[in-house]
């Protein structure tokens, strides 16, 4: 489980497009919680930023400056491959055909942004350069959410049939990995061929394809694709354990699970995002109930507070609900979002504020770490979204400035430790700050959408009439 505006002519037609729709209703809250802490035993709020729309706006400001230098030094010195290499300025390819994976991912947000010459830059890399007849095998979940998810978003906001015609062709090359005994995917495919492999996937890898895959097929009219996503989700679904919850490793041959470790931690997260996220999108009521089914036992079992009140989400055996880890990290921070998104505002702030003590123990958010003992477990921060998405959500749905000092307090660490002559480095360490070579491409399709929203008006986006996929592209419902 992302806003100073200038009134550019795109920038007017892309926001008139996005809120011609109103697709959904507000979700109502799980049936099925777990207890909350009362008021008396919540942990105290720490002190944030203030800041007022002024602020807001010179914020936002900031985040198009940070954007287009990221997007500078691309263009630079990767121009036509997947991602910039920020600290020795070369190019990284994921595969020995680069996929362009940074333009792709980025389109979307610098039409957002009103960054009108970036955004023909990376069309017209896409449709000049982009082609998917390649003897390679990719990674169906990553391609799914960044490279399909991203061109339909950029093909709903610009109406380039080119665009859909892209994407169409990546459904058809990735559709084989459904053909499994089970009907859960295999991890690869050989776009070329169509030949899979990787039999051990995850929940997050066999239930996070319907909103795009679903989206494909509303568009192109072709009812497969949306039925062999939906089967997937629902597959995995079926498999949760008798106290509901899912484990980490599926054999999607035999549909038995490998690892019954269950979290909302990478590798399972998007699973439960994409069941409600489907339901708000498409209105199918299939995907509502396993949300309904799913999300309390989730709070029963992996939702454990420590201290004074802190809420956190931990790791649990999917057959007893034994505690087994107290873990959470910068992926597991999307679960504030998701929790307002289906109504659950209590938890949602709650949690949020455990994400920002995690931020603030290093003053940047490690991979993951020991919420019992607070203490880094993987150290490194890859420049991800989760946390400010979170805020982005809670501003959104509470109005409350809190969110946006957060997100300032977020912004300024990340430019200051992250930023480099070409664009922003990862991290090896967020103890020591030591910077790596990577620059992944959710940097444009996420991390900085998210932060520009959260400064921006909120009527740059209409909010309600579109879902975010879990890369963050915004896909609405236009059939």
Known sequence: MTRALRSAP????????????????????SNTPAAPATAATQAPLADVPVVDDAEAARMAEQVREATRHAWQGYMQYAKGHDDLKPLTAKPRDWYPVPLLMSPVDALDTLLLLGMDKEANEARELIVSQLSFDQDIDVQNFEVTIRLLGGLLSAYQMTNDERLLKLADDLGTRLSPVFDSPTGLPYTHVNLRTGKTSGKISNPAETGTLLLEFGTLAKLTGKQAYYDKAKRALVETH??????????????????????????????????????????????????????????????QYLADEVREGELWY???????????????GALDAFMPGLLALGGDLDRAKRLQESNLKMWRLNGIEPESLDYAAMEVRSPSYALRPEIVESAYYLHHYTGDARYRGMGKEFFDDFVRYTRTEHGFAALKDVRSKEKDDSMESFLFAETFKYYYLLFAPAKTLDFDGVVFNTEAHPLRKTW
Do not use: Q
């Open 238 to 299: 079926n498999r949760r354990s008798k106290i509901g919850l899912v484990g980490l490793n599926i054999n999607v041959e035999t549909g038995e699970w490998t690892n019954k470790d269950a979290s909302i931690a990478g590798g399972i997260d998007s699973y439960y995002e994409y069941l409600l996220k489907c339901w708000k999108l498409f209105g199918d009521e299939d995907c509502k109930r396993m949300w309904d089914e799913s999300i309390g036992p989730v709070n």
């Open 314 to 328: 931990g790791h649990a055996d999917m057959d007893t609900g034994k505690r087994t880890s107290s873990t959470y």
């Open 10 to 29: 795109l920038v007017v037609a892309v926001m008139l497009a996005l809120s011609a729709c109103n697709n959904t209703t507000a979700p109502a809250a």
